[in-house]
Each structure stands twice: as C-alpha cells, then as structure tokens.
C-alpha cells in the first residue's frame, strides 16, 4: 500500500485547507491501493526557516523539526493542499518543505490548490519549490474557486466533477509512488 500524507498547508486562523484536505482524505480512502492521512501544519507548529546551513548539508537539531522529519519520512507521497496568498504559497508551507531535504526525495505529489483563481499561481510555486527537493509533482491538479467551490466564500462546497479530478490525481500519484519505490531510501530519523 502507498502512504499518501495529505498536507494542509495554511496554518492561518479561518483557513480553509483542513476542511479541503479531509476532504480529499475521505475520497482517497475508498481506494484500495492506497492509504491516506491528514498531515496538518498546525500539528507541526515550525520556526521561521533561520538554520546556519541547509538540511542537505546539515539537519536540524531542533525537537520540532525532528519530529517533522520523520512524520514526513514515514510516507511514500503527497497531496498538497494549498491557499493562493500573493500569488505563492503560505509561509508556513515553504517553511515546512524548506526545514528537509532527503525525507522528500523521490517521493511524488499531487497539488490541490485555492483560491479567487483556482490558486493556480500558488500550485505552480509550489512545484518548483518541490522540484528543489527532488519532489516529482503529477500532471493533473486540482483547482478549486473561491467562487464556485465555497458558499460565500467561506463554507467548502466542491463541485461535483471535482471528486473525479482529486481521483485521476490519485491515479497518478500512486502509480509515481509505485514507480519510484526502488529510488526511496528506508528513512532513519537523522
């Protein structure tokens, strides 16, 4: 079974991005190839990226950041789920992704990203920020509008094709996941 860990990558107060990955959680847990968790920001509450060298070179000592770095090494994949905020990604997520280097290696994403526009400028950081980290990130995404996926901007209300687009995402994540296990490395706590 592939290990997708589904991040909420916004921490703010009022985000929308635990509702939006639990969502995609429920969806992938009915498949039978795979499990997904809820891997929220907010359990992980991360300094300010401020280390001497970079965790290629040097991983951080700090207990937070340990901790972040085997939760992320103890999974085979990813779902981002992503606000737009000035056209980027959340501090908190660069942040999150910045603190590790090898925990990411070989290990494919799936992007879901919101906002006025789809947070379509949020997802497309966002992959070169994983490609950094030798994150290979799928094809399909999801883009969900403020306008049309959230009553009033606020309540998340999908629309109905977008079950089937986190699905054909899925697809591909676990099928990258399943090609690339011969390149992951077991992980050991560094």
């Not at 991360?46 to 070179?57: A, T, V, Y």
Request: charged share 20%; net charge positive.
């Amino acid at each position: 079974m592939i290990r997708i860990g589904v991040v909420a990558g916004s921490t703010r107060p009022g985000r929308k991005a635990d509702a939006v990955a639990r969502w995609v959680c429920d969806i992938a847990a009915r498949r039978p190839d795979a499990t997904a968790e809820l891997v929220d920001l907010k359990d992980h509450p991360l300094p300010h990226f401020d280390e001497l060298l970079p965790p290629s070179m040097a991983p951080s000592t700090r207990p937070a950041v340990r901790r972040w770095g085997a939760a992320v090494a103890a999974l085979d994949a990813f779902v981002f789920v992503t606000p737009e905020y000035n056209h980027s990604i959340p501090g908190a997520l660069k942040d999150a992704v910045d603190f590790l280097f090898e925990e990411w290696h070989h290990k494919p994403a799936g992007l879901v990203s919101y906002g006025v526009h789809g947070g379509t400028r949020a997802a497309e950081h966002l992959r070169l920020v994983l490609g950094q980290v030798s994150v290979p990130v799928v094809r399909s995404q999801v883009t969900l509008s403020l306008h049309t996926d959230f009553a009033q901007f606020r309540d998340f209300r999908p629309g109905p094709h977008q079950e089937a687009t986190v699905g054909a995402m899925l697809d591909e994540v676990v099928a990258w996941a399943g090609a690339l296990r011969g390149l992951r490395r077991p992980q050991a706590v560094r």
